[in-house]
């Protein structure tokens, strides 16, 4: 079973039971996903028998690389990743530090290497953030794993395994979803609305993810809506949110947070769950 081959702040593995059982029964001919991150919705729902062709897309260039490097050409990739894994296990402290930010700093060729950085980068970084700066340029600080697990080689042969045939873009998200209809059904996990002041994280891509897209998004859920797909969202439990999608009636659950440098500070907070293009359950 596939799962996640990137670790993401915001996964959604402990949504997908929730999702799987939302959309129950229904017909779905085309699994839509504008804001792919780490993949968990779609490799969770294939391990729960969704087999519909997939569109995956997220505004990341090199995320979307990554994925279709992974898809087309596992083999290579894992070659490109094992000597980095075997080069940073075998190290000392320092020594991985040393590491870590040269692969930072390189520009490999090619794109088995290219998606082999990525997948280092991420294994090895701080708590597992994807986060860029103004030039696009990862930015995230070395991590403090002791025995991380950089190649997993069967886990990225049975991701690559799910992934073919998935129709991979690079785009805005109104673009994708703006081709759904009939027989589609279409997760959508966009960078929340912040809590808080000081909860602000939407930094996927050298541009952020502001209140401005938040009401672009509504819009285009709207959109499928009355084009009638069906739909899943997924965002903060915030007042403003709730307004913005008046009408439709959300499940408030509870998920974990790992961000948060102090472990104190990583309680459980409440997040909504949007469903739309169909009957509400009770």
């Not at 870590?100 to 280092?120: D, K, L, N, Q, T």
């Not at 589609?184 to 952020?208: C, Q």
């Not at 915030?238 to 999608?245: D, E, N, Q």
Request: overall charge positive.
């Amino acid at each position: 079973m596939a799962t996640p081959f990137l670790k993401w702040a915001g996964g959604k593995s402990r949504l997908v039971p929730m999702v799987a059982e939302g959309i129950a029964g229904l017909a779905v001919e085309r699994y839509i996903e504008p804001f792919l991150g780490g993949g968990a919705m779609f490799f969770g729902l294939r391990a729960r028998g969704l087999r519909a062709p997939a569109v995956l897309a997220d505004a990341n260039p090199e995320l979307m690389a990554t994925f279709a490097a992974v898809r087309d050409d596992p083999e290579a990739v894992i070659a490109a990743l094992r000597p980095l894994a075997e080069a940073y296990l075998a190290a000392g402290r320092e020594e991985r530090r040393e590491l870590y930010y040269r692969v930072r700093a390189s520009e490999p060729e090619g794109r088995a290497a290219r998606a082999a950085r990525v997948i280092f980068l991420n294994r090895t970084c701080y708590n597992g953030l994807y986060r860029v700066n103004r030039q696009g340029r990862f930015n995230v600080p070395h991590g403090r794993y002791v025995r991380p697990l950089i190649c997993d080689e069967a886990n990225l042969r049975a991701c690559a395994a799910e992934l073919a045939g998935a129709e991979l873009r690079c785009g805005d998200f109104a673009e994708v979803c703006a081709e759904a209809g009939p027989g589609d059904f279409v997760y959508l996990d966009p960078p929340y609305h912040p809590l808080s002041a000081t909860a602000r994280f939407t930094a996927y891509t050298d541009r952020a993810f502001g209140w401005d897209d938040q009401v672009r998004l509504a819009a285009a859920v709207r959109g499928l809506a009355a084009r009638g797909a069906w739909f899943a969202l997924s965002n903060s439990a915030h007042p403003a949110i709730a307004a913005l999608y008046e009408g439709l009636r959300p499940l408030t659950v509870q998920m974990s947070r790992a961000i948060n440098s102090r472990g104190d500070r990583r309680a459980p907070v409440e997040e909504y769950l949007f469903f739309g293009g169909r009957r509400e359950k009770g």
